[in-house]
């Protein structure tokens, strides 16, 4: 089965269903979804985006960790947020089936693992602690993840939490200061962006991410970042929804040259706001 790893969609349905039948054409039914999580929010059909990862899911075709904006969607179906002016899930909260959507979404990880040729690797949203190594990060997410499926009001009404610090950090960290203490802030002094902290570390596992549109895309060693922001297309960019279809000839994948990326122009702009 191929891999494909797909960054942000955040409700753009007609770009994912373009992806999906670009690899249809490439690969038959011989490949697996990879989604970095934030499958909702800014864009227009975001109950048909999370059917279409559901049902692929669901027969063995797909994975998917959470996102900062599937945490807001919770948070708001649990009543600890209000609604935005700049949210778009009313679609999914006022489905007739919303609480099964919440249940499926609580129970979603925050971080999936796996080989690809020669190199481990894990995929979380936003960003990886930069001082732990694969294990470390499996242990603290798999605990975080499963206190979110038994009690998600519970852990995200928490304070103080350590769990809901790692869960936090994996979804919405963009820079890292001292002590590896994280923000989601972009970098500025003395913070850095995390993942020139974590490159720094030597690390034998590569990372893919997203949460990142005003980054774009990030290709580098052990580093693939594939935010390069469909829902956010006219804010001075062209907004893309972007897939890296690692070559399973390479025993390191995550090296450099990679002609493996495949992007679907948005269709238009769906999003006018500058934050994220």
């Known amino acids: ?26 690969f038959g039914a011989h490949f697996e979804l990879w989604l970095v999580g934030d499958l909702v929010n800014r864009g227009p059909y975001n109950l048909r985006v999370l059917r279409t990862v559901r049902e692929l899911m669901e027969r ?17 179906a649990l009543g600890l947020r209000e609604l935005s002016p700049r949210d778009s899930i ?33 995929m979380v949203h936003g960003a990886v602690h930069p001082d ?8 603290r997410a798999g605990r975080a993840s499963a ?13 103080d939490d350590e769990d809901l610090d790692v869960l936090e950090r994996l979804t919405r960290c963009r820079s890292v200061g001292l002590d590896a203490e994280w923000s989601s ?23 893919v991410y997203g949460h990142w549109a005003l980054q774009g895309l990030h290709v580098a060693p052990g580093l693939r970042g594939l935010d390069t922001g469909c829902v956010h297309h006219g804010r001075g960019r062209d907004g893309m929804l972007t897939a890296w279809i690692p070559d399973p000839e390479r025993t390191h994948p995550f090296d450099l040259p990679d002609d493996g990326l495949w992007q679907v122009r948005a269709r238009r702009r769906y999003y006018g706001f500058e934050n994220t």
């Open 1 to 26: 089965m191929e891999r494909i790893f797909i960054g942000d969609v955040q409700g753009c349905a007609d770009e994912l269903d373009e992806m999906i039948a670009r690899a249809q054409r490439r």
């Open 147 to 159: 206190r979110l499926a038994v009690d998600p009001a519970g852990l995200l009404a928490a304070v």
């Open 90 to 122: 009313s679609d999914v909260l006022e489905a007739p089936d919303v609480d099964d959507w919440i249940g499926w979404l609580s129970r979603l990880p925050l971080v999936e693992t796996g080989t690809l040729g020669d190199q481990s690797f894990a």
């Open 132 to 139: 732990w190594d694969l294990p470390q990060l499996e242990v």
């Open 60 to 76: 063995g075709r797909a994975r998917c960790v959470l996102g900062n904006h599937e945490l807001g969607l919770l948070r708001t």
């Open 185 to 207: 802030q972009l970098p500025a002094t003395p913070r850095e962006a995390w993942h020139a902290v974590w490159s720094r570390k030597g690390h034998d596992y590569g990372v």
